[in-house]
């Protein structure tokens, strides 16, 4: 027997263009390797960091110190006064002359003293304070406290970003860990139902019992659309602190319970380190300042002023020397003073109000104090709760998993009702559901005390 072998031989341009198409093919994936769009995993770290880096009210916040940092600047160069170019123009009714006059200059030559109707004048003149009453220092020591304050706030707006991107990926990655539960659910339901669907077809099982698997179906059908919502709500509300438009994939975080130490339910001497409470310290420090700047006020305010220029014009009709322009060198320095005697309880009301708003702050100090308190208190009580909960939904869970099986197995004898059998599947469900929900909540517990002691960023 003779076995013949076909081969097909493609022409030449056939062959040509599958080179094309396979070079198009490899560009092609070398493209979408490299795509801007392409959805890789991120580590919570890396969420972290891009909220610190594109977050708009962050950088709106580091702008404020920016800002902060100008005006005390500002603050402390107004206390070189200042120099300004000057420059006039007055046209008189009468002849005035350039400069003040004394006899003795107008005896040398009466009718060379120029005169004009049209005065200009050009100069630099320089002003600044000399004594305001301290009102300048303390200017400045306020604008140094804004600073301050701006910088403290910057550091709590992080903190917070920390603390929102951390519960945001938490609770996706505890929505996202549902919806796997609750799909695998739908699942185990969907083959019951094809079961009892079958079994009815051979008239081993009841109309009812088809409805009922039915109505279970649909139910966890509902409630997994009710997941996939909230995690898509969450996962835009976790976009939009990122200032991205994509979000990828998120890798899983382990879950160590931890009980707190000992040490850490004594907070009081760490209290007085947080930069909330620093805040309001330094908002009374502020009040303080205002106080003594009010005082400024019972004081005389000297000034120093100078000026040099030129006062120059054409000269009047009815000098000897008509239309001819002079000009005349003019200097100055001078003191003044200013003492205000009475402003007629203008001074006392300010006074009083900065008082005012210095007790104030010194109510908004405590309030700060008693809420960290309080918040501290709670946090521990939350991760204490939360390690109860895990401790005891996992031996719940274990125990439903078990009913469920022996009800599975019941049924399948025929020893069973599906009533049962649907229960001990829904009890699991929910066990299951509340383990995720523990764990994640373990870790919220953690992440919400971590906020308070002011230590998100470094963990």
């Known amino acids: 027997m003779k076995i013949s072998k076909t081969y097909n031989i493609l022409p030449g341009s056939k062959i040509r263009m599958l080179k094309y198409l396979l070079l198009i093919g490899v560009l092609g994936q070398m493209l979408m390797s490299v795509s801007p769009c ?265 000034s120093f002023n100078a000026f040099y220029g030129q006062n120059f014009g054409p000269n009047d009709d009815g000098n000897p020397n008509k239309d001819d322009w002079r000009h005349e060198e003019v200097w100055q320095a001078g003191l003044n003073l200013k003492w205000n005697i009475f402003d007629f309880g203008r001074r006392s009301s300010s006074l009083q109000k900065a008082n005012i708003a210095k007790q104030q702050s010194l109510r908004e100090r405590l309030k700060t104090e008693l809420e960290l308190k309080r918040a501290l208190i709670e946090a521990v009580s939350k991760i204490d709760t939360a390690i109860i909960e895990y401790n005891s939904v996992k031996a719940e869970l274990a125990m439903t998993r078990e009913t469920e099986s022996i009800e599975q197995v019941r049924f399948n004898m025929g020893a069973g009702d599906l009533n049962d059998l649907l229960q001990a599947k829904a009890r699991n469900q929910l066990a299951l559901s509340r383990s995720i929900n523990a764990g994640y909540s373990y870790k919220n517990a953690r992440f919400y005390l971590d906020y308070l002691l002011e230590d998100g960023e470094a963990k």
């Open 38 to 302: 392409e959805s890789i995993a991120l580590t919570l770290e890396e969420c972290v960091e891009l909220a610190l880096k594109n977050n708009p009210d962050l950088q709106k916040q580091q702008m404020n110190q920016q800002f902060a940092h100008s005006d005390l600047v500002e603050k402390k160069s107004q206390n070189f006064g200042r120099i300004d170019a000057v420059a006039s123009y007055t046209h008189y009714n009468q002849p005035r002359t350039l400069i003040p006059m004394t006899p003795a200059i107008i005896s040398q030559d009466p009718l060379a003293v120029p005169t004009t109707e049209d005065f200009f004048v050009s100069g630099v003149m320089y002003e600044a304070p000399l004594f305001t009453g301290f009102a300048r220092k303390r200017t400045v020591e306020i604008a140094a406290l804004q600073e301050e304050m701006a910088g403290v706030a910057l550091e709590l707006s992080r903190e917070q970003l920390i603390y929102n991107v951390k519960t945001l990926y938490v609770n996706i990655l505890s929505l996202q860990t549902q919806e796997e539960a609750q799909i695998a659910y739908i699942k185990a339901l969907q083959r019951l139902y094809d079961d009892i669907t079958h079994e009815l077809k051979l008239g081993k099982k009841a109309r009812i019992d088809q409805l009922k698997a039915a109505a279970d179906l649909e139910n966890a059908g509902a409630r997994k659309a009710q997941i996939a919502s909230s995690l898509t709500i969450i996962k835009a509300t976790l976009a939009s602190l990122l200032n991205i438009d994509l979000l990828a994939d998120f890798h899983n975080i382990p879950i160590h319970i931890e009980p707190v130490e000992s040490g850490e339910s004594g907070y009081e001497e760490q209290i007085r380190e947080l930069q909330r409470y620093r805040s309001a310290q330094l908002e009374i420090e502020k009040n303080e300042k205002l106080i003594e700047k009010s005082k400024a006020s019972l004081y005389p305010q000297i």
